[in-house]
């Protein structure tokens, strides 16, 4: 559920990305140098040479769920564990191409199925500990294992067999891949590197998934990231310090990250937000909404801040229903009764077709988005621009088409105007949001009075955000939502969990043994094919196929891609937000203020 996200960049790398034997130091961007004194291997950043000291204020609406990257689905949790954790390779955020990390080099087999990783050598997690290849060992091990639940296993698992990991020695690991994977040491970028040492013993009791809450104490967390855990005060702020054992440096030889703190501040919504950083409270804001964004255009002139706008990102905002397969056992649940009464209406493809045609995507994107989004008929944005299919029609509204749909499917209308199913019932349900996303319950209220013009009833249901995610991921008690996602990479596999039946973010039906229909069926075994084909033109068929049959088979409705909206006090430096999420903190250890 995204926030990987914000981009100065506008010509994107080639993805064809055929896998072919290459060692890669990131030439001209960064390069590794070993200290005479401990032997560490620094990663030298070639971006402006900034002055050391100070705190970053940032915001979060909402806090954090948990900082253990296992379990973490929502944003607020990814972007903090980001900031204190690594991975092995990196995708850079604003050139979108992979770069050394964790891993200062890679080579890869002449048959595409195996990846060596040279590791960086002499480097420390945040609590002072070593690092080295049985970490990474035990980290997909981790990830692998069922038990845990990880959201990002779906990606480690390659024609149906799990990636095969080998230690060769202290720093060097070797990957097996069952198959060639299109773009396979993008996979990397989203793993966050465990400290064995901390995490060993919970694992071997199972209860590795309940661990680093909010509440741990902060000796007991430690990743390899920038920044760690200093204080947290619940429903006020999360401050994290430098992490002084942090393994990058800069042309000058100062040790990264700039910053001595970041403090997340929690605003709670989107206008407390835009307030706090328009009296400077608050020195970046990655999510403006559209109506913010223009209230502080207009005190943009007195030089204290600046605002971004990069154009639509790789966020697509939808309505989805419950298909989750509800069993006779949740009859005796509170509103489970009514969940399954009504879900034949929303297993109806022409159902959903027709609520798609009812609804005006270019109305929620002028009133709610005041014309800063972009109207979707597919999950796959106009950033996306190497994989999104032109073929598929631009959204339009249309009631009459939207009333054809509903009577081919046996639908009808009384006197008054009521849409009435097979039984004479009124065709009525609640469609639930985030209470804190302005645009969402903006689109919801448009929503509701398109569908009104077919004769349904809908009612809005404004959600905290946790109890939002609790209801779609865990419970399943809703009728219908509005929610984002964003991916994370720009190439197709960082999805693959979406798409895939019984994938962890397969949000309209999460169960693993639900019966697949014939187009499921197929987008399954196209995401799996176009994993380990290497031809960019043959990945683009696939993918291609994948968008059309969800577009045929709306399992959601797309409503806008929104423009992704940012700000920075004047005077901070090498800021450069880019349209991949993290928008504004993917260089955060290079980040300072201008004296």
């Given amino acids: ?134 970490d990474v060992l035990f980290t997909f091990q981790v990830y692998l294992d069922e038990r845990t639940h990880a959201a990002q296993r779906d990606l480690l698992i390659i024609s149906g067999r799990p990636i095969g990991l080998r230690k060769i020695d202290a720093y060097t690991v070797r990957f ?32 590795l998934s309940q661990i680093w809450n909010l509440t741990t104490p902060p000796g007991q967390v430690a990743g390899l990231g920038p920044f760690r855990i200093k204080e947290y005060l619940p429903g006020q702020r999360l401050t994290l310090e430098r992490n ?31 307030m706090r950083f328009q009296a400077g409270e608050l020195d970046v804001v990655g999510r403006l909404s559209a109506e913010n964004f223009s209230a ?24 989805f229903f419950n298909l989750n397969a509800l069993s006779r056992n949740d009859l005796s649940r509170s509103n489970f009764a009514s969940i399954i009464r009504k879900q034949p209406w929303f297993h109806e493809l022409a159902f959903r077709r027709a609520i798609s045609a009812a609804i005006d995507r270019e109305a929620i994107n002028r009133l709610a988005y005041q014309g800063r989004a972009y109207p979707l008929s597919t999950f796959v944005t106009p950033a996306d621009k190497l994989w999104v299919d032109r073929n ?43 209470a804190a996303n302005q645009q969402h319950s903006h689109a919801a209220t448009l929503i509701q009075n398109d569908l009104e013009q077919i004769g349904m009833d809908v009612q809005v249901v404004p959600l905290e955000f946790h109890s939002l995610l609790n209801r779609v991921f865990e419970s399943h008690e809703y009728e219908a939502a509005i929610i984002q996602l964003a991916s994370g990479d720009a190439d197709p596999n960082s999805d693959i969990n979406v798409w895939t039946s019984g994938g962890s973010a397969h949000v309209w039906n999460l169960g693993p043994d639900h019966s697949r229909k014939p187009w499921e069926e197929e987008v399954d075994s196209l995401m799996r094919e176009q994993m380990i084909t290497v031809n960019y033109e043959k990945r683009k068929r696939m993918y291609d196929r994948v968008q059309q049959l969800v577009w045929e088979n709306m399992p959601l409705i797309c409503l806008v891609s929104p423009n992704v909206l940012a700000g920075a006090t004047e005077r901070l430096g090498n800021f450069h937000p880019a349209l991949l999420s993290n928008y504004t903190l993917w260089n955060v250890e290079e980040l300072f203020f201008h004296r």
Avoid at 247 to 274: I, N, Q, R
Avoid at 306 to 313: T, V
Avoid at 401 to 430: C, H, M, Y
């Fill in 176 to 207: 097996d891949l069952a198959q060639p994977y299109a773009a396979a040491e993008r996979l990397f970028d989203s793993i966050a590197i465990l400290p064995r040492h901390l995490l060993s013993h919970a694992y071997e009791e199972g209860r």
């Fill in 296 to 319: 502080l255009e207009k005190h943009q002139s007195a030089g204290r801040f600046r605002l971004y706008d990069l154009g639509p990102g790789f966020e697509y905002n939808f309505l």
């Fill in 244 to 274: 002084p054992f942090y393994w990058k440096k800069d042309l000058a030889g100062t040790h990264l990250p700039y910053f001595d703190e970041v403090v997340s501040v929690f605003t709670g919504s989107a206008d407390a937000e835009a």
């Fill in 1 to 134: 559920m995204s926030p990987k996200r914000a981009r100065l960049a506008k010509q994107f790398t080639s993805r064809c990305l055929t896998i072919i034997a290459l060692s890669i130091l990131a030439a001209g961007f960064v390069k590794s140098r070993s200290s005479a004194a401990d032997n560490e291997q620094f990663l030298i950043t070639h971006d402006e040479i900034g002055t050391p000291g100070g705190r970053l204020v940032i915001s979060q609406r909402a806090e954090p769920k948990t900082i253990n990257p296992l379990v973490a689905i929502d944003g607020s949790s990814r972007e903090i564990i980001g900031l204190i954790t690594a991975d092995l390779i990196h995708i850079n955020r604003s050139s979108q191409k992979t770069e050394p990390a964790l891993a200062t080099s890679w080579t890869v087999s002449p048959d595409g199925r195996a990846y060596t990783l040279s590791l960086r050598r002499g480097i420390k997690f945040s609590d002072g500990q070593p690092f080295d290849a049985d």
């Fill in 392 to 434: 598929i029609p631009q959204p339009s509204r249309s009631v009459a088409e939207a009333r054809k749909f509903l009577q081919t499917a046996g639908f009808s209308w009384d006197n008054s105007g009521r849409l009435l199913d097979e039984q004479r019932q009124p065709i009525v349900f609640s469609i639930v949001f985030n």
